[in-house]
């Protein structure tokens, strides 16, 4: 939503090109709601959502821990005013002299989901804590995040054995039930996989502590989801289902529930058309598309509200594109998008819900555009 603040900004200030205005009011009040939902994990920002150094150092102030996914965003947190202890390195995906380097800065919590991993982590950062993490079929995501990382939970026993035969102390599971996941219930499987691998592991005489139970609170878009309340329920039912009174150490790594909704991207409407006199869609042209920071659009996932001046008054199905010569960098076409039809060249529109997973989404240069602009308020 485009807060009062976000207005005001806009108004006063009427920043040239697009874009983005992110309310740090917001992110407080989403890291507190979070706090509220699950007061006994702990909360590790997914970085990558939106590494603004005033984000970052908001979170820092307010007592996150963060989740990063390079040395880059490592070093980010850490300027922010994190220490080490609070940063976990949790990409599966790392180059061993990164993991060095990691371990140089102090770092010393580490994700894994393969043995070959593993052996990385115990050469790079002899010692550290390791967690394991193990697939989830992503169903209720909107944006998957599932086949890509992650190994099955009885390969996760055999990583994590590994581990600690290499000197390593095996720390726990580790899952993501995709991004803007919609069903509270999702975690229940995930959570009973981190249990079945607790117990194999207990029986090997390994006690794990840690499960990370990832990100996938959504934000706002065009449909109401529900508050991180009744995540917050869901998911503290399912630890005590399948652990019990023994819970362990719980993590979580909000990314987009953190900072989506605290962000409006500010556009301009470049060119309104029809590709013949009978086309059933109007194509409006924004100043904004695929490269410039709504790469999330790709196979129209992420659908974004987008509030015009004209709202209210009688709409078209439109299709909506972005500004680059890139027959890719089309919006909403198969799923048209309802706009008022009096819209045209030279309106401002606001593209709402657009603070996570989209400044560093921006391209460099493509076109001769620049990347993504950001104001953080
Ligand atoms: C991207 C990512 C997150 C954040 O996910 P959201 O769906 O944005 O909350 C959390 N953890 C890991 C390991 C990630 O890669």
Request: proline share 3%.
């Given at each position: 939503m485009a807060t009062q603040r976000i207005l005001d900004f806009l108004a006063t200030r009427r920043p040239d090109g697009p874009c983005l205005v992110v309310d740090l009011d917001i992110v407080e009040d989403n890291f507190n709601a979070f706090r509220k939902a699950l007061p006994d994990s702990a909360i590790f920002y997914a970085v990558k959502a939106n590494p603004a150094p005033e984000v970052l150092r908001l979170l820092a102030s307010l007592g996150s821990n963060f989740d990063?996914?390079?040395?880059?965003?490592?070093?980010?947190?850490?300027?922010?005013?994190?220490?080490?202890?609070?940063?976990?390195?949790?990409?599966?995906?790392?180059?061993?002299?990164?993991?060095?380097?990691?371990?140089?800065?102090?770092?010393?919590?580490f994700a894994v989901d393969c043995v070959e991993e593993v052996e990385k982590v115990a050469r790079a950062a002899p010692g550290a804590r390791v967690f394991c993490r193990v697939l989830t079929d992503g169903e209720g995501a909107e944006w998957p995040l599932s086949r890509k990382f992650g190994c099955v939970p009885t390969m996760a026993i055999d990583?994590?054995?590994?581990?600690?035969?290499?000197g390593l102390t095996a720390t726990g599971v580790s899952f993501h039930v995709g991004s803007q996941q919609t069903d509270t219930e999702a975690w229940d499987a995930a959570i009973a996989d981190a249990k079945y691998v607790f117990e194999a592991l207990a029986d090997k005489g390994i006690v794990l502590t840690l499960v990370n139970m990832g990100g996938g609170f959504p934000t706002r878009y065009l449909k109401d989801v529900p508050a991180a309340s009744a995540y917050g329920q869901a998911i503290f039912a399912s630890l005590s289902k399948h652990f019990g009174?023994?819970?362990?150490?719980?993590?979580?790594e909000p990314g987009r529930g953190m900072v989506g909704d605290a962000g409006v991207i500010k556009a301009e409407v470049v060119l309104v058309s029809k590709k013949s006199d009978e086309d059933a869609n109007r194509w409006v042209y924004l100043d904004?598309?695929?490269?410039?920071?709504?790469?999330?659009?790709?196979?129209?996932?992420?659908?974004?509200?987008?509030?015009?001046?004209?709202?209210g008054e009688r709409t078209e199905p439109c299709v909506i594109a972005g500004p680059t010569c890139d027959s890719a960098d089309v919006?909403?076409?198969?799923?048209?998008?309802p706009l008022p039809i009096s819209l045209t060249v030279g309106d401002e529109v606001l593209i709402e819900g657009t603070g996570a997973y989209t400044t560093t989404y921006a391209s460099v240069a493509f076109n001769g555009i620049e990347p993504l602009r950001a104001y953080v308020i």
């Open positions: 990063c996914a390079s040395v880059a965003e490592i070093e980010m947190a850490l300027e922010a005013g994190a220490t080490a202890k609070r940063i976990s390195y949790g990409n599966t995906i790392k180059k061993e002299r990164d993991i060095a380097r990691a371990h140089a800065l102090g770092v010393s919590l990583v994590l054995m590994q581990a600690n035969a290499l009174n023994r819970l362990p150490e719980t993590i979580i904004i598309g695929k490269f410039g920071g709504l790469a999330e659009t790709m196979d129209e996932a992420i659908r974004y509200p987008i509030v015009t001046q004209h709202d919006l909403y076409e198969r799923t048209p998008y």
